[in-house]
């Protein structure tokens, strides 16, 4: 699959998420178009391996393990990496976990997880980052939502609230950290069914029921997900701000 390419030398950037899948994809890509990139998530070991992967293509790369979840450690994510690299230009909160059940089924604890880890963690980290934008008087927050957040899809009552809650969040910030002395740009990617090991647990017989609503007859790759977020975070984005994005093969066309 051919690569889009932008140049991002000079950047540094911080991928919430990080250790695996869409998040590692991510970290990946902004590495390799020359940013400096930040991989948080709560496994130390996945995301050594995803820096390990950015320093060997030539480009620097920080291990923060944090939930993404807490507050403090949020603010001290975002310190640290102006401490170390002098600011923070590229935001991309991509954290998400599933507990997928019918809404009879779903409890609290169902509901409160995925409420927290996926949008919850987007106000943190985005709070965090705006300060160190808006002192720049620039930056790129991208926000990782879902088609399941523009269309109902059932036994995903709490994972299809935090994803609209995230465009909903996203239309609302871009209007406040935008002017025209501060250029920061805040969008949201809806990305469709993603090559994943959420997918890979839907099985072989679920996998091609979904391959049949998709117009363009395939799931999408991480690295498709990416390549839009290269986009956004490039200068070919720079007029692109509280715009929701959806890459998924034609599904809600």
Do not use: H
């Not at 690299?85 to 991309?92: A, F, N, P």
């Not at 209007?175 to 090559?195: D, H, M, W, Y």
């Not at 391959?211 to 007029?239: C, D, F, H, T």
């Amino acid at each position: 699959m051919s690569s889009f390419s932008v140049d991002l030398s000079g950047q540094t950037a911080l991928v919430t998420g990080a250790s695996q899948g869409i998040g590692k994809a991510i970290a990946l890509a902004l590495g390799a178009s020359g940013a400096k990139v930040a991989c948080l998530a709560r496994n130390a070991e996945k995301l050594e391996a995803t820096a390990s992967e950015i320093r060997a293509a030539g480009s620097e790369a920080m291990v923060i393990a944090a939930d993404a979840v807490d507050s403090d450690a949020a603010s001290a994510a975002v310190d640290k990496i102006v401490e170390e690299w002098g600011q923070l230009d590229i935001l991309v909160n991509n954290a998400g976990i599933t507990r997928d059940t019918l809404l009879p089924r779903m409890t609290d604890d169902d509901w409160d997880a995925v409420i927290a880890t996926n949008l919850r963690s987007v106000f943190l980290y985005t709070r965090a980052g705006a300060g160190a934008m808006m002192r720049a008087k620039k930056g790129r927050i991208i926000n990782i939502s879902s088609v399941s957040g523009l269309m109902g899809n059932p036994g995903q009552a709490n994972y299809s609230a935090s994803k609209a809650g995230i465009i909903g969040f996203t239309q609302t910030v871009s209007r406040e950290l935008a002017s025209k002395r501060r250029q920061i740009t805040v969008n949201a990617i809806c990305p469709g069914f993603i090559a994943s090991d959420m997918t890979d647990a839907l099985g072989p017989a679920l996998e091609e029921m979904v391959k049949q609503r998709i117009p363009l007859g395939r799931l999408g790759q991480p690295v498709e997900i990416a390549q839009a977020v290269l986009y956004l975070a490039s200068e070919a984005g720079s007029y692109i701000t509280g715009q929701v994005i959806t890459v998924d093969g034609g599904l809600t066309a």
